[in-house]
């Protein structure tokens, strides 16, 4: 995409209806790479308009951030007349991306594909049989929490990677569905669940075969690596170091970064293992650790870097948000993927383009409801007399969103 | 897709040479959705061939689950013969996939361009500045582990959140790509870097901008949801389950099913806060813990289940991984992504199929270098007797992998 400022999905047009995370994610992404993402939610916003860090003018900093260059259009979707508008923007764009229960009624796959025949819907549930579920029960329900921290109490994520990974399973299953419809004619409906997405994962990773085969149940291991050499490490500074070792040319440039290398090998003859293998090394994790905790204990973060950085050490510190922020050359404009833009609302802020480079420059999130005259002349030819009559009608927001 | 046996990526190719888990999720994600995914490896096998956890026979079950649905093809990349073959499967596919080091060399877009002109590469990086980056160095990067947990220690997450968001982001772009390929005749080298998509996250959801703007550092909170009630209980049977509510029906719905409205109501008073407000109720939600957890108590996780399934509260128990693969019926056949398939070197096992559903049924993953001489055969149209030449001059496995 080299050299290009329009994104790799110009011209395609896809209406979003959601709430949350997940599939903003997902048509976040596609506006990312160019697509045309139209976001219908009801006059006033969806539940998520409020949600969580605000700013002080009381814009959602949550909000901005899941619905980066799309369009916001506001419809009283309590009102058949908003909801005749909206199946008519669903029916001309083609795809609908939702996460609101469309199972049944004028939102669903049987009566918008029969407005449009190969419509393409992708739907995103909690469970595949129905219940309701969330990022939060979901990954309680699927093992990592209790295999986080260092005690049986199960510890809860922060990040939200269900979500996160739904999202992207949206953009990846909407353009395959749209593909299929470019070579054959044929829409279809497409539906995912959140506790599916997190199984699945479990599966992939090798969670479910373990249990199933050996009839291991992954203990929490702490801040350990399982299966490699690996842990995070307290630096003279009060800071601390995550360090790690996938392979053996990263194993050995820990032992000659440090010039350690002479007792590391001999914790092998100590512990009877072989150390040139991966598995040798996580049986001989403790003693390891113990032979580099005082390296670094005896080094600022700096001096760590100075050591590490450019030694084929795989190694990075721990930072908080603000520490990322502040202080964190790749998460500032130096990095190519971020920019310095206007967010309506909350200011300029640092805000990223798609991680997928060479991008297209980020734009913000619309004001809610700031596209709605100019989608429903556009895309549906309406009259500006007749945009104002459904004003007056209460059909579209009188003021704003 | 309604219906239909083959994937909505039937006839789309793609060569895959890759090692753990990122790129390899991205390959097998389009295969599962009918893509046919030939992955290269040297003889013998990539570095994560033996990757932990293992069968008794030996066999990876991490390897097995990240490269299901894939054909494998073994050369010797170390040779010229076995450069050139990978070149011209590459070049025949006109789609790589890679998360090997390929800026430079046989493998990068500048050679690989000059026999193919349209050919999309994905090409996954640690950081988007040449470093090196796993999972683990990038999440101690990017904040979470600092506000995971209770305390200022941080936690790292054991699931491999971000190779997990950047698999599927590959396949984003690879579909991205190809559909502009497909109406302008454009390839191109696209580039993911492994830390990019943690920063990037971490922006679209809000904790930069809230450095940004508010000054504020997201600190642990424990198993709280930030923002809105939610915690986790311990029931009278010794199990832990997750309760929150990020909508007031749901929130109404837990005094509803607890019969404990009234009092929680009366939280509102005591601690001056609007309780029909998710702001109001996460700051009085020590209170509300305190008059819920009783209740919890008081009852095993069957009892619990009773009274709160159906009943609209957003609640689930917390399982570890054998938990979740002897309990529960939405990890096992009862649930239709779910399918009971032989495992080459490991059984049968409960496989995931795409939970884009509906989904085609899952494939085993193959053996490693299995399907060598038959890609060598349709897609390169090599005779039997040059492949035998190939394989006496060792540019093939001599046995198998």
Redesign the interface.
Known sequence: ??GSVE??????RVVEVSA??AAP?GG??LAQ?GAEVIRIDPIGGN?DIG???L??SGT???W???N?GKRSVTLALNSPEGREIATALIAEAGILLTNLPAAEGWMSFATLSQRRADLIMLRLTG???GG???D??????????????EDE?????????WD??AG??L???L??????R??TGQG??????L???A????????????????????PP???W????F?R?FATKDGR???L?A??GR?WRAIGKATKLAEKLSLIGQVMEVDMDDE?GR?AAREAIAAVLAPWFAARTLDQVRDALDGS?V?????????????E?P??STA????HDIE?PG??R????A????PAAPPRPAPRLGGDTDAVLAEVLGLSPARIAAYREAGVLARDGG
Chains 1, 2 share one sequence.
């Open positions: 995409m080299n994104g790799p999905l110009a011209g395609l949350f995370v994610i976040m992404t790479l539940i949600r969580w860090p700013a002080p959602s900093l949550y901005a951030g899941l980066k469970t595949h049989d309701n579920a969330i939060y029960t979901v990954n309680a329900a699927v093992g990592f929490p209790t295999a986080t921290g109490r199960p510890v809860n994520h922060v990040l939200p990677a996160v990974a992207l399973y953009c990846t299953g353009l395959a569905a749209e593909r299929r470019t070579r279809g409906e497409v539906t995912l669940a506790s599916d997405v199984y699945a994962t479990a599966a992939t990773l090798g969670y479910v075969a373990d249990v199933q085969v050996n009839g291991a149940v992954r291991l702490g801040n690596l399982y299966g490699a690996g995070d601390r170091v995550m790690a996938i392979s990263q598995g996580y084929g795989l190694w990075g510190p721990y930072q908080d948000f603000g520490q990322m922020v502040r964190d790749r998460c990095n190519p993927m971020f967010q909350a200011g802020l640092l805000v990223p798609s991680p997928l480079q």
